[in-house]
């Protein structure tokens, strides 16, 4: 169970291994990794800044990730978010749920993915040469949220 | 109390956070609002169209009918887009 809002990059590879390793009750670990796109619309964009809630931002994630723990039989579970400036292909999220069976898995990550993009305090500057645009949530991502309410 | 703005709420208000006493009789967010959007044309602004401004009091989410307190932190900020 972890919970990390950081400035700096993140190694996918070394992160994933640090979970299941001596962990050999571990049979499934399933995990997303959200990054930036270069396309907005019909816009190339230059640059997205990460803006949060420094002091609630770890909280509402771990209450989403105690959620998940509620509804599934996890093993381990670990959502690193960035904050900052970062460019087009730059990693912004992992999110990982590692279980006995891959079926917990597959749902807890996504059920995850799905809260943090309606209920972690983010919010998303999208660059481009046109100028700056915040980012509004899509109505997509309220109804994939709303399927696990 | 303390009140935080975040992204294009802070833009309009023009600031980060601030620290303000309203009168007695602002009881609820709602009120809140009011009093707020009634100080300038930036925080009438930034409330001009409430669906799409969130609440958090003390870090957690709220609605407009949420009481508040004098030593609340309260936060004002448009839908969240984290993931």
Same mark, same amino acid.
């Given at each position: 169970?972890?919970?990390?809002?950081?400035?700096?990059?993140?190694?996918?590879?070394?992160?994933?291994?640090?979970?299941?390793?001596?962990?050999?009750?571990?049979?499934?670990?399933?995990?997303?990794?959200?990054?930036?796109?270069?396309?907005?619309?019909?816009?190339?964009?230059?640059?997205?800044?990460?803006?949060?809630?420094?002091?609630?931002?770890?909280?509402?994630?771990?209450?989403?990730?105690?959620?998940?723990?509620?509804?599934?039989?996890?093993?381990?579970?670990?959502?690193?978010?960035?904050?900052?400036?970062?460019?087009?292909?730059?990693?912004?999220?992992?999110?990982?749920?590692?279980?006995?069976?891959?079926?917990?898995?597959?749902?807890?990550?996504?059920?995850?993915?799905?809260?943090?993009?309606?209920?972690?305090?983010?919010?998303?500057?999208?660059?481009?040469?046109?100028?700056?645009?915040?980012?509004?949530?899509?109505?997509?991502d309220?109804?994939?949220?709303?399927?696990?309410? | 109390?303390?009140?935080v703005?975040?992204s294009?709420?802070?833009?309009?208000?023009?600031?980060?956070?601030?620290?303000?006493?309203?009168?007695?009789? +602002? $009881?609820?967010?709602?009120?809140?609002?009011?009093?707020?959007?009634?100080?300038? !044309?930036?925080? %009438?602004?930034?409330?001009?169209?409430?669906?799409?401004?969130?609440i958090? +009091? $003390?870090?957690?989410?709220?609605?407009?009918?949420?009481?508040?307190?004098?030593? !609340?932190?309260? %936060?004002?900020?448009?839908?969240?887009?984290?993931?």
């Amino acid at each position: 169970m972890a919970v990390r809002i950081q400035l700096e990059n993140f190694q996918i590879g070394a992160e994933l291994n640090a979970i299941t390793n001596g962990r050999h009750n571990i049979g499934g670990l399933c995990s997303f990794v959200g990054l930036v796109r270069e396309m907005a619309g019909n816009e190339n964009i230059t640059s997205m800044t990460l803006e949060h809630y420094p002091s609630m931002t770890e909280k509402a994630i771990m209450e989403i990730e105690a959620e998940a723990q509620n509804r599934w039989p996890l093993e381990a579970t670990l959502i690193i978010h960035r904050y900052g400036k970062l460019k087009p292909g730059d990693q912004i999220v992992l999110v990982a749920a590692a279980s006995s069976h891959r079926e917990a898995a597959f749902k807890a990550c996504n059920f995850l993915i799905d809260w943090l993009k309606t209920k972690a305090p983010f919010w998303k500057l999208e660059e481009s040469f046109k100028g700056s645009r915040w980012v509004n949530p899509r109505g997509t991502d309220d109804e994939a949220a709303a399927r696990w309410d | 109390m303390k009140l935080v703005y975040f992204s294009w709420v802070r833009e309009k208000i023009g600031t980060t956070d601030e620290e303000l006493n309203p009168p007695n009789h +602002i $009881n609820t967010v709602s009120d809140l609002i009011n009093w707020l959007a009634s100080r300038g !044309d930036g925080y %009438a602004s930034a409330f001009a169209d409430l669906s799409s401004i969130r609440i958090a +009091i $003390n870090q957690k989410y709220v609605k407009e009918d949420a009481t508040i307190r004098a030593d !609340d932190e309260i %936060a004002f900020f448009p839908p969240v887009t984290g993931g």
